[in-house]
């Protein structure tokens, strides 16, 4: 792990189940989010702050490789599926691998978002983009996401989020 000066570090413990699991991420005065073993998000419109709620909201923040669900198979930190990933102009070698990388998958959430939440007319905040990322193009408009973010910001550390 580097040698960090400034920021803060912020411990998350997030239940699923019975189990619970731990993320420890470094937030730094470099407009990126760490992990410990030196993975970072992909800047863009989405903050930091957000995309680690939504990281933590989808997968508890970790690769879960994919999962078949209601015929579509859905990968990685941010559960997307190949549809999500050719919107975001598949980044990397190859959807899987992508989506189990956190600096491919956040490049794909933003690359997504910034496609999708204004046409969309999505409030340009996290809510906005939660909303569109989960929901789809109309995902702003369809009052199901809004249960979708009431959900992500009981996370600790995630009410309010911008």
Not at 19 to 26: G, L, P, R, V
Not at 116 to 144: D, H, K, M, Q, T
Request: charged share 15%; glycine share 8%.
């Amino acid at each position: 792990m580097r040698n960090i000066t400034t920021g803060f570090v912020i411990m998350l413990f997030v239940l699923l189940g019975d189990q619970e699991t731990k993320a420890e991420f470094i937030d730094t005065d470099s407009h990126s989010v760490q992990l410990k073993n030196e993975v970072t998000f992909t800047s863009g419109n989405v903050s930091m702050a957000c995309l680690r709620c939504m990281c933590l909201f989808s997968s508890s923040c970790t690769p879960f490789g994919c999962q078949l669900v209601s015929a579509s198979k859905l990968c990685g930190y941010f559960y997307f599926s190949s549809l999500t990933w050719d919107d975001c102009d598949s980044p990397g070698t190859d959807f899987p691998s992508c989506a189990n990388d956190l600096q491919c998958s956040s490049l794909c959430v933003q690359r997504y978002v910034q496609r999708y939440a204004e046409i969309g007319n999505c409030r340009l905040n996290c809510e906005g983009f939660a909303r569109v990322f989960y929901g789809g193009p109309s995902g702003c408009e369809n009052p199901l996401t809004l249960k979708v973010w009431n959900r992500l910001q009981e996370l600790p550390g995630c009410k309010g989020v911008r």
